[in-house]
């Protein structure tokens, strides 16, 4: 119970500091620390939430760092969609909500610990229509109610973009926020899920204290340093989480199978390459890209300082995770080209030519292009510029006919 106890605090700690992010801590807290199922778990720490937030939004309500007009508008939409979010939640598997905690956890932690660019303080001067926040708050809290998360992590960016709020006050609408939202999707929870009220109350109690010192700590302790050890610890706990109900789901031989044996479904890898190129341009402000990773690997930008030269980092990259994989699904090293074989036979010298032939020609096009594939049907389409869509039609097309020409002539 001791341990229970601090990791209560620390839950409140980081609500005062934020203005969120405390039910990413909670929602584990309770499901690791006591008998709770999962949607009881996600059920108590809605309500956990909603008093810590309250208790703490009246500390910063008292400093006059809360937008109340803002904070209703948002809340209230939010505890629209926090309710029907927790009514959902009936008809969801627990481990399908617990995956998804996780997976919001992920990407707490990446923007988190995403480095923070230098930028001025916003202005209430030219504030955003109601709306906006009606639809964001609902989005946000709908997500609330199904998975538990109170969402600071959103609410605090979306009325710093979106309001114009300057930060400490956006913090402390969050807060006002939240508890709205919490109370709304407990309430969704309530009608399938039963609780243990003293657990709650305790909890709660401890969490309402470790807020209230979080608001007074956030006021003098750098919240950059603060900012970066939440996002790496809630980057832990996400591991967590999705390992564990991993390993509910499979056995250890099961999961090994699954990850590096099986073929995964095309849908799952264009999913992935997808998200990476988004968090990529997001981060980095990088366009990916393959053919101007090789032109600089062949020395092309050799006045560039090698530091800043990704793109061979990235096609090494390639290299060495298709090789570890092959390596972990049991394959082994062949040269064996399959209907290339059946036509014209296995000599490597001709392979070796073909090769060559056909790098220079994807060099070449992609040149000529001013982009590959990759560079073009992935990062161009998805910007919907003209000449990416022009491109990829032309590569689509030209690989149809060439494949069906090729069939045709050699009856494949």
């Not at 930060?167 to 006002?176: D, F, K, N, P």
Request: proline residues 3%; hydrophobic residues 55%.
């Amino acid at each position: 119970m001791i341990t229970l106890g601090v990791l209560a605090v620390l839950v409140g700690l980081t609500l005062g500091l934020f203005g969120g992010g405390g039910s990413i801590l909670a929602v584990p807290l309770l499901l690791f620390s006591t008998d709770l199922d999962p949607k009881a778990a996600i059920a108590a720490s809605l309500a956990i939430i909603s008093v810590a937030s309250a208790v703490t939004a009246g500390v910063y309500a008292w400093r006059g760092l809360v937008r109340w007009r803002t904070g209703l508008v948002f809340g209230a939409a939010g505890m629209a969609g926090a309710f029907v979010g927790g009514r959902l939640a009936a008809y969801v598997p627990a481990t399908v909500l617990l995956v998804a905690f996780g997976v919001i956890m992920f990407i707490t932690a990446v923007a988190m610990l995403r480095p923070r660019r230098d930028a001025p303080e916003p202005t209430a001067s030219t504030p955003r229509p109601p709306w906006l926040f009606a639809v964001e708050g609902a989005l946000v809290g709908l997500v609330t109610g199904m998975v538990g998360a109170g969402g600071g992590f959103l609410v605090v960016p979306a009325l710093v973009l979106l309001g114009r709020v300057p930060v400490r006050e956006a913090i402390g609408t969050s807060l006002l926020v939240i508890a709205l939202k919490s109370a709304a999707g407990f309430a969704g929870y309530a009608t399938h899920t039963t609780h243990d009220w003293s657990l709650i109350g305790g909890v709660a109690l401890l969490a309402s204290v470790g807020a209230v010192v979080g608001s007074v700590v956030s006021q003098r302790v750098r919240a950059d340093r603060l900012r970066t050890g939440f996002g790496w610890f809630v980057l832990v706990m996400a591991v967590v989480v999705l390992g564990r109900q991993l390993l509910d789901a499979w056995t250890i031989a099961e999961l090994y199978d699954a990850v590096f044996v099986t073929r995964w479904p095309w849908w799952v890898a264009g999913s992935a390459i997808g998200t990476f190129t988004l968090l990529f341009l997001w981060h980095d402000n990088h366009l990916l890209g393959v053919s101007t990773g090789y032109a600089e690997l062949c020395g092309t930008s050799c006045a560039t300082p090698a530091a800043k030269r990704w793109r061979p980092r990235f096609l090494l990259g390639i290299v060495l995770g298709g090789g570890l994989a092959g390596t972990l699904a049991g394959g082994q090293a062949s040269f064996a080209f399959g209907q290339f074989d059946a036509i014209w036979g296995d000599s490597v010298l001709l392979k070796a030519l073909v090769l060559l032939a056909a790098g220079w020609l994807i060099g070449f096009g992609s040149r000529q292009a001013n982009g590959c594939t990759s560079g073009h049907a992935i990062v161009g389409v998805a910007q919907a510029a003209r000449a990416s869509i022009i491109a990829t039609a032309g590569f689509m097309a030209a690989g149809i006919a060439t494949t069906h020409l090729i069939s045709y002539v050699f009856g494949g």
